[in-house]
């Protein structure tokens, strides 16, 4: 791992670009993930499918 | 091993950039193909728009059978947020961005809000009326969900289209703001005349399987659109991504954008304009119905002849920009157009007559048409290059949140006429004060714009000319304001 900031790897970023784009990633698996947790909940509460 | 990770790497270089999101030059030619693509975010505004306000409103009521307060309530909810449209310009204009993205961020996170209360929206309100084992639910659960699901596609859409309207303004020049402009507002209109349709033909035979059908298809279409529209639009600006964090408080930025001449006065005559065109939003096919008895499909009628009467307003407003025409005057033309308008509306049930209610319609949609072109191209052309964000935050701040409380305001007044003992012997009295206070409205905010029809309003080119301040945003790079 390179420490220096300037370096851009072959995907055509640099270090801290790849993390900005991680970063949105991390975000919106996070989001998502919530969505479909609280609409698992709501489908559960109107057609109970355990049990 | 290294072999493998030679190939592998090389191919990932070979890729290139033309997968990449966003645009690896600021071109200075936008073509119109650009904007139109562009444009498609406003028809997932629309989209939104109708569904919540018209399907969503009757659905719930008829079909689901919650109590009608309790819907105009949550409905109700996303304008809340509209003050923090300003908010949410001025964080897009100070974005610090490692990639030099500042618009692209916050429209992503939007388009992600909006789908989220989508996709979870129908199963709130199944919940809400009690479907199947959901009667022996807490109620808060179907209360709550059905709030979160309306507060997420509402802040959604606020943040949709104040970034995506700002990001309309960073990419093209200004001598074709207007036609922008004009096609900002022709996709709204579209995608809310097309989706009305489109929710009509597919909730016609309603069934609870069917309505999350409909409601999670506008989740998908939403992410598509949007995704269509923001592809490779904004350039990676590789000096602001550089530049230092600029530390900017909202309320320097703010007290800045109110100190420039004309800016408030041009918000409050957006209010007021805004206020006195949308009570007859809801009004007219009521008004229509019991005072003219038109039929229901008549009167649906009369809410398409107030869009066309838009078109046709913002088809003339853009044609008038283009040629060097002050927005202040086109807007202020469309209110002295408003006003007749109203007080025909009113003359035509004097009258009885169907044919005078359907001319004035005409004639305020065209008036709303022009007011809301102009505006909105006075907002883009005062707004400093640095503070576009702001600026139409705070335009859509104060137009949505003007709409909102005069649809409310109308509504309650009409209701409270209706109450009044001796109320119901004459059919028009319920609807005389709201249209004649919109008419009182309109003219208002023409003498409000009076002092800013011959340009009293900072423009950006005394920005450039007279006071170069240092931009917060870092070295602009991807438009030059024309000097």
Redesign the interface.
Same mark, same amino acid.
């Given at each position: 791992m390179s420490n220096d900031p300037d370096k851009v790897w072959p995907t055509g970023l640099t270090l801290r670009e790849a993390e900005e784009v991680h970063s949105y990633l991390i975000d919106g698996t996070r989001v998502f993930g919530v969505i479909a947790l609280i609409a698992h909940v709501l489908v559960a509460v109107s057609t109970p499918w355990l049990g | 091993m290294s072999k493998y990770k030679r190939f592998a790497? *090389?191919k990932?270089?070979a890729i290139g950039?033309q997968w990449?999101p966003f645009a690896d030059v600021a071109s200075a030619e936008v073509p119109l193909s650009r904007l139109l693509r562009l444009s498609l975010f406003q028809m997932t505004v629309g989209m939104a728009l109708v569904l919540m306000v018209g399907t969503l409103n009757r659905v719930i009521i008829v079909e689901l059978k919650v109590p009608a307060t309790l819907v105009a309530v949550m409905l109700a909810l996303p304008l809340l947020f509209a003050p923090f449209r300003a908010l949410i310009g001025f964080k897009s204009d100070t974005f610090r961005?490692?990639?030099g993205l500042r618009r692209l961020?916050y429209i #992503?996170?939007g388009t992600?809000?909006q #789908? *989220?209360g989508f996709?979870?929206m129908p #199963?709130?309100l199944?919940?809400l009326s009690g479907? *199947?084992?959901?009667v022996n639910?807490p109620r808060w659960?179907g209360l709550g969900?059905a709030a979160?699901a309306f507060l997420l596609v509402g802040a959604g859409v606020h943040i949709v289209q104040t970034v995506g309207l700002a990001l309309a303004t960073d990419l093209v020049p200004e001598e074709d703001q207007p036609k922008v402009v004009g096609l900002m507002y022709v996709m709204l209109l579209v995608g809310m005349i097309l989706s009305a349709f489109a929710y009509g033909a597919l909730l016609e035979t309603y069934s609870p399987g069917r309505l999350i059908q409909v409601i999670q298809g506008s989740a998908v279409v939403t992410i598509v659109l949007n995704g269509l529209a923001m592809w490779k639009q904004e350039a990676r600006n590789r000096a602001r991504a550089q530049a230092p964090q600029p530390v900017v408080r909202f309320a320097d930025a703010w007290a800045r954008l109110a100190a420039r001449r004309g800016m408030m006065r041009l918000l409050a005559v957006i209010a007021l304009g805004t206020a006195g065109f949308g009570m007859a939003d809801v009004l007219l096919e009521p008004y229509g119905g019991q005072v003219l008895q038109m039929s229901v499909s008549q009167t649906t009628r009369l809410t398409v002849i107030l869009a066309l009467g838009s078109l046709v307003g913002f088809g003339l407003a853009s044609r008038w920009l283009g040629r060097g025409g002050q927005p202040m005057l086109v807007a202020a033309v469309g209110a002295a157009v408003g006003v007749p308008a109203f007080l025909l509306v009113l003359a035509s049930a004097v009258m009885g007559s169907v044919a005078l209610l359907i001319g004035a319609t005409l004639m305020a949609g065209f008036g709303a048409g022009l007011f809301g072109h102009g505006t909105l191209t006075a907002t883009m052309r005062s707004a400093p290059r640095d503070q576009i964000g702001l600026s139409l935050g705070a335009w859509g701040a104060v137009q949505t949140t003007a709409a909102g409380v005069a649809i409310a305001i109308a509504g309650v007044i009409r209701d409270a006429m209706l109450l009044a003992p001796g109320a119901a012997a004459n059919g028009a009295g319920p609807y005389v004060p709201v249209f004649a206070l919109e008419a009182a409205l309109l003219a208002l905010a023409l003498v409000v714009a009076w002092p800013l029809w011959h340009g009293r309003l900072d423009s950006r080119q005394d920005d450039a000319s007279l006071n170069k301040r240092p931009t917060a945003g870092g070295p602009e790079t991807l438009v030059t304001p024309k000097a």
């Amino acid at each position: 791992m390179s420490n220096d900031p300037d370096k851009v790897w072959p995907t055509g970023l640099t270090l801290r670009e790849a993390e900005e784009v991680h970063s949105y990633l991390i975000d919106g698996t996070r989001v998502f993930g919530v969505i479909a947790l609280i609409a698992h909940v709501l489908v559960a509460v109107s057609t109970p499918w355990l049990g | 091993m290294s072999k493998y990770k030679r190939f592998a790497l *090389g191919k990932l270089a070979a890729i290139g950039p033309q997968w990449l999101p966003f645009a690896d030059v600021a071109s200075a030619e936008v073509p119109l193909s650009r904007l139109l693509r562009l444009s498609l975010f406003q028809m997932t505004v629309g989209m939104a728009l109708v569904l919540m306000v018209g399907t969503l409103n009757r659905v719930i009521i008829v079909e689901l059978k919650v109590p009608a307060t309790l819907v105009a309530v949550m409905l109700a909810l996303p304008l809340l947020f509209a003050p923090f449209r300003a908010l949410i310009g001025f964080k897009s204009d100070t974005f610090r961005s490692v990639l030099g993205l500042r618009r692209l961020p916050y429209i #992503f996170k939007g388009t992600m809000y909006q #789908f *989220g209360g989508f996709a979870i929206m129908p #199963f709130a309100l199944l919940v809400l009326s009690g479907y *199947g084992e959901a009667v022996n639910a807490p109620r808060w659960i179907g209360l709550g969900a059905a709030a979160l699901a309306f507060l997420l596609v509402g802040a959604g859409v606020h943040i949709v289209q104040t970034v995506g309207l700002a990001l309309a303004t960073d990419l093209v020049p200004e001598e074709d703001q207007p036609k922008v402009v004009g096609l900002m507002y022709v996709m709204l209109l579209v995608g809310m005349i097309l989706s009305a349709f489109a929710y009509g033909a597919l909730l016609e035979t309603y069934s609870p399987g069917r309505l999350i059908q409909v409601i999670q298809g506008s989740a998908v279409v939403t992410i598509v659109l949007n995704g269509l529209a923001m592809w490779k639009q904004e350039a990676r600006n590789r000096a602001r991504a550089q530049a230092p964090q600029p530390v900017v408080r909202f309320a320097d930025a703010w007290a800045r954008l109110a100190a420039r001449r004309g800016m408030m006065r041009l918000l409050a005559v957006i209010a007021l304009g805004t206020a006195g065109f949308g009570m007859a939003d809801v009004l007219l096919e009521p008004y229509g119905g019991q005072v003219l008895q038109m039929s229901v499909s008549q009167t649906t009628r009369l809410t398409v002849i107030l869009a066309l009467g838009s078109l046709v307003g913002f088809g003339l407003a853009s044609r008038w920009l283009g040629r060097g025409g002050q927005p202040m005057l086109v807007a202020a033309v469309g209110a002295a157009v408003g006003v007749p308008a109203f007080l025909l509306v009113l003359a035509s049930a004097v009258m009885g007559s169907v044919a005078l209610l359907i001319g004035a319609t005409l004639m305020a949609g065209f008036g709303a048409g022009l007011f809301g072109h102009g505006t909105l191209t006075a907002t883009m052309r005062s707004a400093p290059r640095d503070q576009i964000g702001l600026s139409l935050g705070a335009w859509g701040a104060v137009q949505t949140t003007a709409a909102g409380v005069a649809i409310a305001i109308a509504g309650v007044i009409r209701d409270a006429m209706l109450l009044a003992p001796g109320a119901a012997a004459n059919g028009a009295g319920p609807y005389v004060p709201v249209f004649a206070l919109e008419a009182a409205l309109l003219a208002l905010a023409l003498v409000v714009a009076w002092p800013l029809w011959h340009g009293r309003l900072d423009s950006r080119q005394d920005d450039a000319s007279l006071n170069k301040r240092p931009t917060a945003g870092g070295p602009e790079t991807l438009v030059t304001p024309k000097a």
